[in-house]
Structure formats: C-alpha cells, structure tokens
C-alpha cells in the first residue's frame, strides 16, 4: 500500500536557523498537505499543493511539490519559537480517496 | 477554532469496557475522518465518511466501528478496551471530501486503565 515518509523524525535548531523537513510518497500523489501540529493541540492545515513542481510561500515557509509528485519539502527560514511543533504532510495517491499523513517531523527551537 | 467539535474532551475507562467518541463536522463538510494518535506518534487514520456512507478504511480494528448519521455528526465506538487503545483520537471534516483539506477537532483523549 501507499507509504509517506518524512525524515528526519526530529530537529533541534536554534532560534534563526532555517530548517527544512522532507515527505516521500512511495506512490504519485494527486495532491500534497502540510499540516503543523502543536505541542498538546490538533493539526491545523497549513497548504495544499496540486500541480507538479510547484512552489508556495507563507511569509518565511516555502513549500515544494516535486516533478514528479512524489516528494516534497516544508522549508522554514530563520526558526523562531513560535515554529515549534510537529509538521506532518499528506496525500492521496492519485485516483485513490485515502490520504496517508507521513510520521511527522518534531521541531524544536532553542532560544 | 476548526469549526469541528468533539465530545468528550476526556475519557477514562476500564480495559474490556465500550466507549463512544461523537463528531459535528464543520457546518456544510460532508466527509468526516477518524484518526487514532499515540502518545508521540503520528496519525493513523482509521475511516472516512462522505454524506453518510463509509469512503475508505485504514487500520482499523474489529473491534472499532464508526457510523456518520443523516445530520452528519459521526461517532467512533470502541469495543473490548484493551491497555494500547489509549490515545488522542481526532475527528475531521472537509467539503467536497475527496482531495480537499482536512479540519480537525481538538481531540478525545482516551485513557483505558
């Protein structure tokens, strides 16, 4: 069955520096999602995106969706706390209903 | 606020006991997902409906059912508790319910002692 996986598992950054967290899907997928999740909260739905290659920005997080749409990467600059959490993506493969969210990348921001 | 709601917030409950887990998606979302978190773990989704009917199935156990009603609220029943049950479990809801974002709920969190 479909597989995402997100490496690596954790991160410990100092406040400033940038981070970056990667999802593989062992499937072509029709779209991809980052969702943050808060320490003690729910996941909440950062962007959603379609087309092959694309490339999103939210003020210092740049989101990419590979060429193939099998890969993609949540890229933060220059961390602060408030980042702090966990950042899972998801997708369903294409033609399927079932989004699979990857394990999810844990960020920790030292002040 | 997600616009989904869950209740009970809390559970505590004995091993081999039944328990239900109640959703209102967001206003107008017809798909409604389960998902069961693991202290520290990711998501595993369990079941999506869409407008009352089941969409697709995860890893859910036989011991677990689900149901989404005609007002849409859905509810999660968790049979023959067992220790490794205890967890967040989240509800979510989106429109259209295919490839659209999903909206969760602040949770149920189950513990089976």
């Known amino acids: 069955g479909q597989q995402v996986m997100q490496i690596p598992q954790y991160q410990h950054v100092q406040e400033g520096e940038d981070f970056t967290t990667y999802c593989n899907s062992s499937t072509t997928l029709s779209n991809i999602q980052w969702y943050k999740q808060r320490p003690g909260g729910h996941p909440v739905f950062l962007i959603q995106l379609v087309k092959s290659g694309e490339v999103k920005k939210q003020k210092r997080l740049t989101f990419q969706f590979g060429e193939a749409k099998k890969n993609s990467s949540l890229h933060i600059t220059a961390t602060q706390t408030t980042d702090v959490g966990t950042y899972f993506c998801?997708?369903?493969?294409?033609?399927?209903?079932?989004?699979?969210f990857g394990a999810g990348t844990r960020l920790f921001v030292k002040a | 606020d997600s616009g989904v709601t869950q209740t009970p917030k809390h559970l505590i409950t004995a091993t081999g006991q039944r328990v239900t887990l109640r959703c209102s998606p967001r206003?107008?979302?017809?798909?409604v997902y389960w998902y069961q978190q693991s202290l520290d773990q990711g998501l595993q989704f369990l079941i999506q409906?869409?407008?009352?009917?089941?969409?697709a199935k995860g890893n859910i156990l036989e011991r677990f059912s689900a149901q989404q009603f005609p007002d849409l609220h859905s509810e999660l029943n968790l049979s023959s508790l067992e220790l490794g049950d205890s967890a967040l479990y989240f509800c979510a809801s989106s429109d259209r319910g295919l490839y659209n974002e999903q909206f969760f709920g602040p949770g149920t969190r189950l513990t089976v002692l």
């Open positions: 998801a997708g369903p493969p294409s033609g399927g209903f079932k989004t699979i």
């Open positions: 206003s107008g979302d017809l798909s």
């Open positions: 409906y869409y407008n009352g009917e089941e969409r």
